[in-house]
């Protein structure tokens, strides 16, 4: 898994039809300061996340294992928004 930053939003109206009706997002991997590293890539959301949220994004095969994915063609979904990081006792994020 990796923590990504939602960055922006993907509309496809041509799309496979298994992903019709799918909330497509554009994330970009971030360090536990939130600090952006790595190119965008397009994530499917399962846990209605939204721009700006800081999340945890499951790739590969793994990403197939949801009951909201199975199935489906993708390789990166958000299994989770994150609330707060602590890294060594020190909290590096927390959600506003």
Same mark, same amino acid.
């Given at each position: ?7 922006? *939003?993907?509309?496809? /109206?041509?799309? @496979? !039809?298994?992903?019709?009706? $799918?909330?497509?997002?554009? &994330?970009? #991997?971030?360090? /536990?300061? %939130?600090?952006?590293?790595? !190119?965008?890539?397009?994530?499917? =959301?399962?846990? =209605?996340? %939204?721009? %700006?949220?800081?999340? &945890? &994004?499951? #790739?590969?095969?793994?990403? $197939? @294992?949801?009951?909201? *994915? =199975? %199935?489906?063609? +993708? ?5 989770? +928004?994150? =609330?707060?990081? #602590? +890294? !060594?006792?020190? +909290?590096?994020? $927390?959600? @506003?």
């Amino acid at each position: 898994m990796r923590i990504a930053s939602v960055i922006g *939003t993907v509309v496809a /109206t041509m799309k @496979q !039809e298994k992903l019709s009706g $799918r909330k497509l997002l554009l &994330v970009r #991997e971030v360090n /536990t300061a %939130g600090k952006a590293s790595g !190119e965008p890539f397009v994530a499917i =959301d399962t846990v =209605d996340a %939204g721009k %700006g949220d800081i999340v &945890v &994004v499951t #790739e590969g095969s793994s990403a $197939r @294992q949801t009951t909201f *994915t =199975d %199935g489906l063609p +993708v390789d990166a979904v958000i299994v989770a +928004v994150i =609330d707060s990081l #602590e +890294v !060594e006792g020190k +909290v590096t994020y $927390r959600k @506003q």
